[in-house]
């Protein structure tokens, strides 16, 4: 029995250059590095992250389990059959980020939409290192 590939269907779609899939391992990596670097010092709890959990109206007592999910998100991003499921959870978690920044009317450009340049950096990396995502598109 031979299959034939209609229009449109995903056989049909090209294979994407080696240096798109590159790029795209280079960004999830490098946003990757970022989000595990976050999540380390809201589990140790240093001064910066009191500060700025208690300017956001946060419980310090929660910032290191905040930073335990945080690194549990990153691991299911980076990890190649789980990525779609970590980036679609990844982004919950940066919403959740961007609403408590809206919460305090923090600056647009710089601190507001931070999670979302984030957000997008991380769908832009794994939509290029990615078919499955590609695919959908």
């Known amino acids: ?5 209609h229009a449109g269907s995903p056989a049909t779609v090209a294979a994407p250059r080696r240096t798109a899939v590159r790029v795209g391992r280079g960004v999830s990596w490098f946003f ?10 809201h589990i140790l709890n240093i001064a910066p992250v009191v500060d700025g959990s208690r300017r956001l109206g946060f419980d310090v007592d929660v ?21 779609v499921l970590g980036a679609v959870l990844l982004t919950g978690y940066l919403g959740g980020a961007f ?17 979302i340049y984030v957000g997008v950096a991380l769908w832009v990396g794994l939509w290029l ?3 499955r995502v590609r695919n959908l598109v």
């Open 1 to 5: 029995m031979t299959t034939t590939a």
């Open 129 to 131: 290192r990615d078919s």
């Open 63 to 83: 910032m290191p389990w905040i930073g335990v999910l945080e690194l549990a998100l990153v691991v299911l991003y980076v990890v190649p059959r789980t990525a």
């Open 32 to 41: 990757a590095a970022f989000l595990t670097f976050d999540a380390v010092i």
């Open 99 to 115: 609403c408590a920044q809206l919460r305090i009317e923090a600056p647009v450009f710089s601190t507001l939409l931070f999670p």
